[in-house]
């Protein structure tokens, strides 16, 4: 087996330039997984990590008390570890300075997701952890500053998620090819087990939620219904499989091939997904397995971010599916 650690230690070989500093938050980042990997576990049996915490985010949807945990368990761990300059997350509104001596000379910025999908965890299903991490552009030695946040996706030096299943696996990227690592509790480590993951071009599995169908945009309505008609050349109808929440959906996807869709609606006509928590990190990922990821028209890493919890349609998955996609949305826009 060849474990988490000894696979950070190995890549970091490979940057003779590297000072560790990229190593200790994916270090930081394996202790978040695991924290929130056993109290998820625990979750049908304690009342105090389940259930609705009674406060709204800066989105005006409520937390779950889950959320606020998986939140401040990352950012607290963030902090001990003093390798990260500042650090945003879908659950809080502003950006968060590091402002110690540490922190004002560290060279990254994390953005989190803390838990996706987190109304599943009363039901017992599938959740995860999204991240994203940057090279900061404000001066090292001086605090943080929104625009060490607002790069566009491309800018990315890693990127990841956790997904709390069957198994808990942590998938990430830096950018030279996806790697799955899938946690043994009776070791207490990740061990490699999905190494350098390539997304099938194409897929049968189509993603989305079909109960807002009436509020799509007319590209994505012809797209669903070329995904249900018969045709063996392309192996069509395909299947509809959506389990609402994004890390699970895109998971599944990444292994097997298949496409998933958040379109703008009339009730979120920017779309839904955060392009900077959820977006960008997940493009990320699917062009480093050889898939791709757009808001229906350009590609998600190309776009500029405005604003720190600005939304975006995502289209993501298999190369060919989402081309499809693309091409009926542009010619019916």
Not at 51 to 74: C, I, P, R, Y
Not at 82 to 109: C, P
Not at 164 to 178: A, D, E, F, P, R
């Amino acid at each position: 087996m060849k474990t988490l650690g000894q696979f950070i230690v190995e890549k970091q070989a490979e940057y003779p330039n590297a000072k560790g500093e990229l190593s200790g938050i994916l270090s930081s980042i394996r202790l978040v997984a695991k924290v929130i990997h056993r109290d998820i576990n625990k979750a049908g049996l304690t009342n105090n990590i389940i259930g609705n915490s009674g406060v709204e985010n800066v989105q005006g949807e409520e937390q779950m008390k889950l959320d606020l945990f998986a939140h401040n368990t990352m950012k607290q761990a963030l902090i001990a570890r003093e390798e990260v300059a500042g650090f945003a997350s879908e659950e809080e509104e502003n950006f968060v300075a590091f402002d110690t001596e540490r922190g004002r000379n560290a060279k990254y910025v994390i953005l989190t997701d803390p838990l996706d999908g987190s109304s599943n965890i009363d039901v017992n299903v599938a959740v995860g952890t999204i991240f994203s991490i940057y090279r900061r552009v404000s001066p090292i030695g001086t605090p943080v500053t929104l625009e060490d946040f607002l790069q566009p996706g491309h800018r990315q030096v890693a990127a990841g998620y956790i997904v709390y299943g069957s198994s808990t696996m942590l998938v990430y990227t830096t950018g030279n090819g996806v790697n799955g690592f899938t946690y043994d509790p009776s070791l207490g480590v990740f061990c490699l087990s999905h190494e350098n993951i390539q997304m099938p071009a194409s897929g049968k599995i189509y993603s989305i939620n079909e109960g807002q169908y009436l509020k799509f945009p007319l590209g994505v309505k012809k797209y669903i219904k070329y995904c249900q008609e018969e045709d063996k050349a392309t192996q069509r109808p395909y299947t509809s499989r959506y389990i609402g929440s994004l890390v699970s959906d895109f998971h599944r996807n990444l292994l097997k091939g298949g496409i998933y869709i958040y379109p703008s609606a009339t009730n979120y006509p920017n779309g839904k997904l955060r392009l900077l928590y959820e977006g960008n990190p997940m493009a990320f990922l699917a062009e480093q397995a050889g898939g791709l990821a757009t808001d229906g028209y350009q590609r998600i890493l190309d776009l500029q971010p405005t604003e720190l919890h600005q939304r975006s349609p995502l289209f993501v998955g298999s190369k060919e599916m989402v081309e499809k996609a693309q091409a009926f949305m542009r010619e019916l826009s």
